[in-house]
């Protein structure tokens, strides 16, 4: 922590975070608060790439973001660079989260301890389904789109998961943004348009797939990829 | 097609697909499928670009690797770029999948679409639970673990989808491996160990969420990001 007052407002001077910087973030994260449980006072930016699959040399870089934490031949502090990284990505506070679409994928979610390990909690559900609005599910009680509004304003949620069928993804999308969600994680795989002024974040599980399938032939030396 | 033979090796003279573009390749598709079912005959990079959130130089960039596809003023056509995408991608061809762990996310992924659309099949599904070993999951008899061998041979299955406990999963994935699986998509929330010669895809939810939180943060200006 090199200065005592946080900035509030980015200045063109200073480092801004890029979104492929805050992806190897996570990625630190985890084996780093593992190795924190396990009581590892210092780690070494070979560790943690090693850990993570990146050079030792990008971890450096990355870390610098956050400050003079490392000591040359001593290593990062786990515990503040565990802090510094959650601080970093926003994740150093608790964010309230609804969930629309209750199929197995969001029961899949709702048990998931992975959320609410890094501070993510389902706070309500949603449903158009009349057969399910009013049912429980993980404890929670379904509610109809309609009570989006009040609902989300209540509980101050800020986080959307959208795991609705494609035909209605767009609409549920908008549907949130009106009742004040800023951020949406889609996993229904279509294009969706983010409705302005809310993040979005889309997994699509078969894009996963589909690079999993290009290492192996990439491994297996099978397709060589020529501009054929 | 500038070249009448593929080249069945890799050379050094040639450029090959880096992983980064692999990714988008995958994230092209999507809607070039799209507009390809609903009869649009070119596209060019500039739709294909803010279709994905991408900047057109960078579309035309990563379609040279497929040739001489595009001509200026016309564009790419449609179906013959989709075609020598899925080629480049490897997905051409079908993958035979097992996946092991039956909880409610993998009823979700034999539900998904997506996969199948991909050319992703699941033969297989495996549990180490006796209570659940002999009974059927969206039409698929749940294996024990010790017919993995047997079955990944007779079926042709290369990749696995890994939806088993934190605790379980690096035994899994070695099991996986042993029984000649070639690619694992994994979702438990860890940093497994890939065994030898088998090329791994992690999906961690939590880290989608991260990315998320620390978007709508960057959009409303919260978090300044300096080196503090």
């Given amino acids: ?94 964010w309230a989260v609804v969930l629309v679409g209750v199929g197995n994928l969001a029961r899949a979610l709702l048990r998931y301890r992975g959320f609410e390990q890094q501070g993510f909690r389902i706070v309500a559900v949603f449903d158009s389904d009349p057969g399910k609005i009013g049912q429980e599910v993980e404890g929670l009680e379904i509610h109809g789109l309609d009570r989006l509004p009040a609902v989300v304003a209540a509980r101050g949620a800020e986080l959307g998961l959208l795991t ?30 983010p409705p302005p002024g809310v993040s979005l974040v889309s997994v699509d599980l078969a894009v996963q797939m589909e690079q999993l399938a290009f290492l192996v032939q990439l491994e297996n030396g099978e397709r060589p990829l020529t501009t054929r």
């Fill in 1 to 94: 922590m090199s200065k005592a007052e946080p900035t509030q407002t980015p200045s063109a001077g200073e480092p801004r975070l890029s979104r492929a910087s805050a992806a190897r973030f996570s990625l630190y994260l985890r084996p780093l608060e593992h190795w924190h449980q396990a009581g590892l006072r210092t780690v070494s930016s070979g560790q943690l790439g090693e850990a993570v699959g990146i050079t030792d040399a990008q971890v450096r870089k990355d870390l610098t973001y956050l400050g003079s934490l490392g000591h040359p031949g001593v290593g990062y502090p786990t515990e503040e660079l565990v802090l510094a990284l959650r601080r970093a990505l926003g994740i150093d506070r608790t």
């Fill in 164 to 193: 609705v069928p494609i035909e209605s993804a767009q609409a549920v999308a908008e549907a949130l943004a009106a009742a004040g969600i800023r951020g949406i994680l889609n996993f229904a795989p279509l294009c969706l348009k």
